[in-house]
């Protein structure tokens, strides 16, 4: 049994846990929890640090409980939140639940005969069937309003200016999250809920159940939640989440993402986001401080955690991607580019529409340019450039007199034009 407290500590994942946590998971093989609730039909790299602390927990030998919060994603949780979000309505929650479960299963082993191999749990399995006065029987006289109000996540919402108050429904999640740890307690003798720092009320409110209605002990861990030295938020851009689905953010911008992290954040990421050992990481920051310009650091993060949410191939894609802006890439590198990573790629870079029919007996280079394109002032502006060699198409030189025709297409939509090494202009047909 491999000492599942101690390989977390060492990664910075522990912000706390109740006494006792380490002795009882170093006694015998135990089931451990964490909650997703599915408000979208993808995860993202904020939920990443869960799903590493149960891959760990089963690594160390014992049994991760994923738990699909199918009851909860139609309550919202109120913990770090300023206003009350939109319910969920069971189609929607039913399709999010599939998806992630998908997702998950890169993650964790689920297939094998393993004693400790991982299961996955829907609390609205369970919840569907309780009435109401069943509820409040049965749970809500166990735990005071008295103890509820104490909770950070409540007292928080309540005392806010900005807030307009919390909902009953919002008040009571506490309660329901408080039972799925019992109800796992009881049927599957599950004894550890995990999550982040803003979950620890939640968790708590689970093991004071299981004292008071089954005299039981139930256990709690959190990991802190993720910051970025500069201030700014984990895992957001300015076009939104970083999602593990490639269809929402492709392995490009994922890679990037994480690439172009600072020092300080790619120390903290390395431990936590991959499972290289405490060796090999040291001996990677060792590296990187000798010579920070090389990004050793950040670039190996980029390949562990983009090879692990992807593929090994859409890795060795991600760099090609990222070669074509600053390497000595040709136009068969770019035409391996599928729609969406070209895009990612050529973000922001000046883009012009025109009509694909004018291919048909070739564009002349300077109209594409100039007139057609509008990337450069004028036709003689056009003409000096390529008579400086300075024009490329689609990363090959061309010269005055080329015709772009349907063989110059990229995903048989774009050209790339480019004038110098750092000027570049995007042709989309339409």
Not at 73 to 95: C, F, Q, V, W, Y
């Amino acid at each position: 049994m491999k000492n599942f407290v101690e390989e977390l500590t060492w990664r910075g994942m522990i912000q706390d846990s109740m006494p006792g946590v380490e002795e009882h998971l170093m006694e015998a093989m135990r089931l451990a929890y964490v909650g997703i609730d599915p408000t979208a039909d993808s995860l993202h790299i904020g939920h990443l640090v869960g799903v590493m602390g149960l891959k760990h927990f089963q690594l160390s030998g014992h049994k991760p409980v994923a738990l699909v919060g199918g009851a909860t994603g139609m309550i919202g949780d109120p913990s770090g939140k300023s206003a009350e979000r939109n319910l969920l309505n069971e189609e929607t929650l039913k399709h999010n639940q599939n998806a992630i479960k998908e997702q998950l299963s890169r993650f964790l082993d689920f297939d094998s005969d393993a004693e400790n191999a991982a299961i996955i749990v829907n609390n609205y399995d369970w919840m569907k069937n309780f009435t109401f006065l069943e509820f409040i029987r049965d749970v809500g006289k166990h735990i005071t309003v008295n103890y509820m109000m104490a909770k950070d996540s409540v007292k928080k919402r309540l005392s806010s200016e900005s807030a307009v108050g919390m909902s009953f429904t919002e008040f009571t999640y506490q309660l329901v999250q408080g039972y799925d740890f019992l109800h796992l307690y009881r049927t599957k003798q599950c004894t550890l809920q995990m999550g982040g720092s803003d979950q620890w009320g939640n968790i708590t409110t689970g093991t004071e159940l299981i004292r008071r209605v089954d005299a039981g002990k139930g256990f709690a861990l959190t990991w802190p939640l993720i910051t970025k030295a500069d201030g700014t938020k984990f895992g957001k851009t300015e076009g939104g989440n970083i999602w593990l689905d490639a269809n929402r953010t492709s392995p490009y911008k994922f890679y990037q993402y994480w690439l172009n992290t600072s020092d300080v954040d790619a120390e903290k990421y390395i431990k936590i986001f991959t499972f290289l050992s405490k060796t090999e990481i040291e001996n990677l920051i060792a590296t990187h401080q000798e010579a920070p310009h090389l990004r050793a650091l950040q670039k190996r993060l980029a390949e562990e955690i983009t090879t692990m949410v992807h593929s090994s191939d859409e890795l060795e894609n991600a760099i090609k991607a990222s070669e074509i802006l600053f390497g000595n890439s040709t136009g068969s590198d770019l035409k391996k580019l599928n729609e969406q990573t070209f895009l990612d790629v050529f973000d922001g870079v000046p883009l012009t529409e025109i009509y694909k029919s004018e291919l048909e007996n070739g564009l002349d280079i300077i109209a594409a340019l100039a007139e057609k394109g509008g990337f450069l002032k004028s036709n003689g502006e056009a003409r000096r450039a390529l008579k400086e060699n300075a024009v490329s198409v689609n990363k090959e030189k061309v010269g005055e007199g080329y015709m772009l025709t349907h063989n110059d297409l990229i995903n048989n939509k774009f050209i790339l034009l480019q004038r110098g090494k750092k000027n570049y202009f995007v042709l989309r047909m339409v």
